[in-house]
Protein backbone atom coordinates (compact mmCIF):
# COMPACT_ATOMS: atom_id res chain seq x y z
CA UNK A 1 0.00 0.00 0.00
CA UNK A 2 1.43 3.40 -1.10
CA UNK A 3 1.49 6.03 1.37
CA UNK A 4 1.84 9.71 2.09
CA UNK A 5 2.37 10.49 5.85
CA UNK A 6 1.99 13.81 7.52
CA UNK A 7 1.74 14.86 11.26
CA UNK A 8 -1.84 15.83 11.28
CA UNK A 9 -1.14 19.32 14.10
CA UNK A 10 -2.38 21.36 14.69
CA UNK A 11 1.14 23.51 14.59
CA UNK A 12 0.87 26.52 16.48
CA UNK A 13 2.83 29.09 14.98
CA UNK A 14 3.63 32.74 15.81
CA UNK A 15 2.75 35.59 13.07
CA UNK A 16 6.43 36.47 11.33
CA UNK A 17 8.48 32.90 12.36
CA UNK A 18 9.14 30.22 9.81
CA UNK A 19 6.83 27.15 9.55
CA UNK A 20 8.04 23.72 8.48
CA UNK A 21 5.64 21.35 7.51
CA UNK A 22 6.78 17.55 6.37
CA UNK A 23 5.98 14.65 4.75
CA UNK A 24 7.06 11.09 4.34
CA UNK A 25 6.29 9.01 1.62
CA UNK A 26 6.68 5.50 0.63
CA UNK A 27 7.11 4.62 -2.86
CA UNK A 28 10.34 5.06 -4.46
CA UNK A 29 9.23 5.25 -8.06
CA UNK A 30 7.64 8.81 -7.29
CA UNK A 31 8.15 11.30 -9.59
CA UNK A 32 6.26 14.57 -8.56
CA UNK A 33 5.71 15.93 -4.99
CA UNK A 34 3.12 18.96 -4.69
CA UNK A 35 2.17 20.96 -1.77
CA UNK A 36 -1.77 21.98 -1.10
CA UNK A 37 -3.38 24.17 0.55
CA UNK A 38 -7.05 23.59 1.81
CA UNK A 39 -8.69 26.72 3.70
CA UNK A 40 -11.62 24.95 5.95
CA UNK A 41 -15.05 24.41 3.50
CA UNK A 42 -12.90 25.41 0.38
CA UNK A 43 -10.96 23.24 -2.14
CA UNK A 44 -7.29 22.62 -2.49
CA UNK A 45 -4.91 24.63 -4.41
CA UNK A 46 -1.70 24.49 -5.13
CA UNK A 47 1.29 25.78 -3.75
CA UNK A 48 3.85 24.32 -4.63
CA UNK A 49 5.81 21.58 -7.03
CA UNK A 50 8.96 20.21 -6.78
CA UNK A 51 10.23 17.16 -9.07
CA UNK A 52 14.14 17.30 -8.35
CA UNK A 53 16.05 16.86 -5.24
CA UNK A 54 16.91 20.07 -3.47
CA UNK A 55 15.06 22.96 -2.45
CA UNK A 56 12.62 24.76 -4.62
CA UNK A 57 11.85 28.48 -3.51
CA UNK A 58 8.78 30.66 -4.78
CA UNK A 59 8.08 33.92 -2.72
CA UNK A 60 7.46 33.23 0.90
CA UNK A 61 7.25 29.33 0.24
CA UNK A 62 10.87 27.18 0.04
CA UNK A 63 9.80 23.21 -0.67
CA UNK A 64 12.39 20.55 -0.23
CA UNK A 65 12.72 17.29 -1.90
CA UNK A 66 15.11 14.32 -0.43
CA UNK A 67 14.69 11.24 -2.52
CA UNK A 68 16.61 9.17 -0.39
CA UNK A 69 15.43 9.76 2.27
CA UNK A 70 11.60 10.05 1.26
CA UNK A 71 11.17 12.76 2.50
CA UNK A 72 9.24 16.41 1.11
CA UNK A 73 9.30 19.56 3.46
CA UNK A 74 7.49 23.15 2.69
CA UNK A 75 8.48 26.09 5.00
CA UNK A 76 6.73 29.24 5.09
CA UNK A 77 8.84 32.02 6.13
CA UNK A 78 7.08 35.63 7.83
CA UNK A 79 4.26 33.38 8.39
CA UNK A 80 0.74 35.73 8.25
CA UNK A 81 -2.27 34.85 9.78
CA UNK A 82 -3.58 34.25 6.38
CA UNK A 83 -1.49 31.03 5.98
CA UNK A 84 -3.63 29.40 8.12
CA UNK A 85 -5.27 26.02 6.59
CA UNK A 86 -4.32 22.75 6.11
CA UNK A 87 -1.67 21.96 3.62
CA UNK A 88 -1.90 18.56 2.09
CA UNK A 89 0.93 16.76 0.35
CA UNK A 90 0.92 14.44 -2.44
CA UNK A 91 2.88 12.46 -4.20
CA UNK A 92 2.95 10.97 -7.84
CA UNK A 93 1.86 7.63 -8.61
CA UNK A 94 0.24 5.05 -11.49
CA UNK A 95 -2.06 6.25 -14.16
CA UNK A 96 -1.30 10.35 -13.66
CA UNK A 97 -2.67 9.39 -9.88
CA UNK A 98 -1.50 11.34 -7.02
CA UNK A 99 -1.25 9.70 -3.14
CA UNK A 100 -2.84 12.22 -0.84
CA UNK A 101 -1.62 13.14 3.15
CA UNK A 102 -4.15 13.34 5.20
CA UNK A 103 -2.89 17.21 6.08
CA UNK A 104 -1.05 19.17 8.22
CA UNK A 105 -3.30 21.74 10.12
CA UNK A 106 -1.05 25.32 10.57
CA UNK A 107 -2.32 28.27 12.97
CA UNK A 108 -0.51 31.44 12.73
CA UNK A 109 -0.82 33.36 16.12
CA UNK A 110 -0.91 37.08 15.82
CA UNK B 1 -5.75 29.99 -15.64
CA UNK B 2 -7.24 26.55 -15.41
CA UNK B 3 -10.86 26.20 -14.50
CA UNK B 4 -12.81 23.56 -13.03
CA UNK B 5 -16.33 24.14 -12.57
CA UNK B 6 -18.80 21.76 -10.50
CA UNK B 7 -22.81 21.87 -11.16
CA UNK B 8 -23.82 22.61 -7.39
CA UNK B 9 -21.81 23.53 -4.27
CA UNK B 10 -24.43 22.54 -1.75
CA UNK B 11 -26.87 19.70 -2.25
CA UNK B 12 -29.52 18.05 -0.23
CA UNK B 13 -31.01 15.02 -1.04
CA UNK B 14 -33.12 11.84 0.50
CA UNK B 15 -32.25 8.57 0.92
CA UNK B 16 -32.47 6.26 -2.10
CA UNK B 17 -32.36 9.48 -4.98
CA UNK B 18 -30.46 9.58 -7.34
CA UNK B 19 -28.38 12.09 -7.59
CA UNK B 20 -25.64 13.90 -10.58
CA UNK B 21 -22.74 15.69 -9.43
CA UNK B 22 -21.36 17.31 -12.70
CA UNK B 23 -18.20 19.04 -13.38
CA UNK B 24 -16.72 20.92 -16.52
CA UNK B 25 -12.70 22.21 -16.70
CA UNK B 26 -11.66 24.33 -19.62
CA UNK B 27 -8.48 23.22 -20.39
CA UNK B 28 -8.33 20.51 -22.83
CA UNK B 29 -7.09 18.19 -19.92
CA UNK B 30 -7.25 14.60 -20.61
CA UNK B 31 -7.44 13.34 -17.14
CA UNK B 32 -10.17 13.89 -14.26
CA UNK B 33 -10.69 12.58 -11.05
CA UNK B 34 -13.75 12.39 -8.25
CA UNK B 35 -12.92 12.62 -4.87
CA UNK B 36 -14.74 12.72 -1.82
CA UNK B 37 -13.16 14.17 1.50
CA UNK B 38 -14.17 13.42 4.96
CA UNK B 39 -12.90 14.89 8.44
CA UNK B 40 -9.75 12.92 9.11
CA UNK B 41 -9.97 10.60 6.28
CA UNK B 42 -8.40 12.96 3.60
CA UNK B 43 -8.63 12.83 -0.07
CA UNK B 44 -10.33 9.36 -1.21
CA UNK B 45 -10.40 8.65 -4.56
CA UNK B 46 -13.58 7.21 -6.22
CA UNK B 47 -13.35 7.35 -9.81
CA UNK B 48 -10.91 8.91 -12.65
CA UNK B 49 -10.94 8.95 -16.30
CA UNK B 50 -7.92 9.48 -18.68
CA UNK B 51 -10.03 9.87 -21.67
CA UNK B 52 -13.37 10.28 -23.32
CA UNK B 53 -15.15 6.89 -22.09
CA UNK B 54 -12.65 5.67 -20.13
CA UNK B 55 -13.00 5.42 -16.73
CA UNK B 56 -11.18 3.69 -13.81
CA UNK B 57 -12.02 2.68 -10.15
CA UNK B 58 -10.70 4.59 -7.62
CA UNK B 59 -10.25 3.03 -3.84
CA UNK B 60 -13.73 3.53 -3.01
CA UNK B 61 -16.41 2.99 -6.13
CA UNK B 62 -18.91 1.05 -4.54
CA UNK B 63 -22.63 3.17 -4.65
CA UNK B 64 -20.70 5.35 -7.40
CA UNK B 65 -20.67 5.37 -11.07
CA UNK B 66 -19.28 7.73 -13.55
CA UNK B 67 -19.73 9.02 -17.07
CA UNK B 68 -17.60 10.58 -19.51
CA UNK B 69 -19.29 11.34 -22.70
CA UNK B 70 -17.41 14.38 -23.67
CA UNK B 71 -13.44 15.70 -23.14
CA UNK B 72 -14.46 18.32 -20.68
CA UNK B 73 -16.97 16.60 -18.80
CA UNK B 74 -16.91 14.44 -16.29
CA UNK B 75 -20.37 13.02 -14.12
CA UNK B 76 -20.55 11.75 -10.61
CA UNK B 77 -23.60 9.66 -10.64
CA UNK B 78 -24.97 7.93 -6.71
CA UNK B 79 -26.88 5.23 -7.94
CA UNK B 80 -29.40 5.17 -4.56
CA UNK B 81 -28.10 7.82 -2.16
CA UNK B 82 -27.27 6.87 1.44
CA UNK B 83 -26.78 8.75 4.61
CA UNK B 84 -22.93 8.03 4.63
CA UNK B 85 -22.47 9.61 1.45
CA UNK B 86 -23.08 12.75 2.69
CA UNK B 87 -19.54 14.25 2.27
CA UNK B 88 -17.93 17.13 0.19
CA UNK B 89 -17.05 15.84 -3.62
CA UNK B 90 -14.21 17.28 -5.23
CA UNK B 91 -13.91 16.97 -8.88
CA UNK B 92 -10.44 17.92 -10.49
CA UNK B 93 -8.43 17.40 -13.65
CA UNK B 94 -4.68 17.12 -14.96
CA UNK B 95 -2.79 17.28 -18.51
CA UNK B 96 -1.47 14.32 -19.47
CA UNK B 97 1.81 14.32 -20.04
CA UNK B 98 5.17 13.80 -17.97
CA UNK B 99 6.27 15.17 -14.90
CA UNK B 100 3.19 17.35 -15.30
CA UNK B 101 0.52 15.21 -13.06
CA UNK B 102 -0.62 18.71 -11.04
CA UNK B 103 -3.95 18.18 -10.19
CA UNK B 104 -6.68 21.28 -10.51
CA UNK B 105 -9.78 21.08 -8.55
CA UNK B 106 -13.15 22.50 -8.61
CA UNK B 107 -14.98 24.34 -6.25
CA UNK B 108 -16.85 21.42 -4.32
CA UNK B 109 -20.12 20.80 -3.96
CA UNK B 110 -21.17 19.62 -0.13
CA UNK B 111 -23.64 16.82 -0.07
CA UNK B 112 -26.21 16.26 2.88
CA UNK B 113 -28.01 13.05 2.44
CA UNK B 114 -31.06 12.84 4.49
Known amino acids: QKEVEQNSGPLSVPEGAIASLNCTYS??????FFWYRQYSGKSPELIMS??SNGDKEDGRFTAQLNKASQYVSLLIRDSQPSDSATYLC??????????WGAGTKLIIKP | DVKVTQSSRYLVKRTGEKVFLECVQD?????MFWYRQDPGLGLRLIYF???????EKGDIPEGYSVSREKKERFSLILESASTNQTSMYLC?????????????FGPGTRLTVL
Open chain 2, 92 to 104: ASSFRGASTDTQY
Open chain 2, 27 to 31: MDHEN
Open chain 2, 49 to 55: SYDVKMK
Open chain 1, 27 to 32: DRGSQS
Open chain 1, 50 to 51: IY
Open chain 1, 90 to 99: AVSSINYQLI
